[in-house]
């Protein structure tokens, strides 16, 4: 994320411009994350997760979470609304604030790198490819790629929007083919029904290839 979006991302959480934040767990999560086969004791890494209760809801069936997440103020709140106690230690550039199973690191995603997601095996995407501009969005699918392993499954869920509008940004199914198709085997799993805003979110289910 480049300094001109990092700012604005900032300001949203420190004036609670966070309409993007769902209070319950997502559908298309819900539905579709049982049928990827991730076993459950495997950690999911959740890129750019805010407070999201998808954390709670992986956590709850089994999963330690990492997720990533550059504004302290989502952080906080995340911790705040649950109950049990936290604890706060440093590792490399990030501030790492761990609450059960969920592990939540402060930083910036791009300097998130392999060694320290050598326990990730799985992942999950709501809200960062979709909160990315379109000169950013070919640097996170790479650097996704990079982080997981051969087999590594995820789900992602995008957007597209009748605007040009963003965040979050349109990103067309021929753009996430044109992203992921390189280094994962994508399926496309649904479409939803568009929203009163005309918003309408895609699912998609991805394997990390191995090697050749």
Known sequence: MDSVHENEWLMRWREGRIGFHREAAHPALV???????????????????????????LAERGHPVLGIELASQAIAQFVAEGEAPASRYRQGDFEVTRQGSVELWCGDFFHF???????????????ALIALPEATRQRYAFHLAQLMAPGSRGLLVSLTRPDNAGPPFSVEAA????????????VHLDDAEPEPNGFRESVWSLKRRGPY
Not at 113 to 127: I, K, N, S, T
Request: glycine share 10%; hydrophobic share 45%.
């Open 113 to 127: 790198h392999l060694p320290q997601a050598a326990e990730v095996g799985a992942f999950y995407d709501r809200a």
């Open 31 to 57: 539905r579709y994350w049982p049928r990827l086969g991730v076993p459950g004791d495997t950690k999911v890494l959740v890129p750019l997760c805010g407070k999201s209760l998808d954390m709670r809801w």
């Open 175 to 186: 753009e996430v083919e044109r992203l992921f198709g390189a280094n994962f085997e994508l």
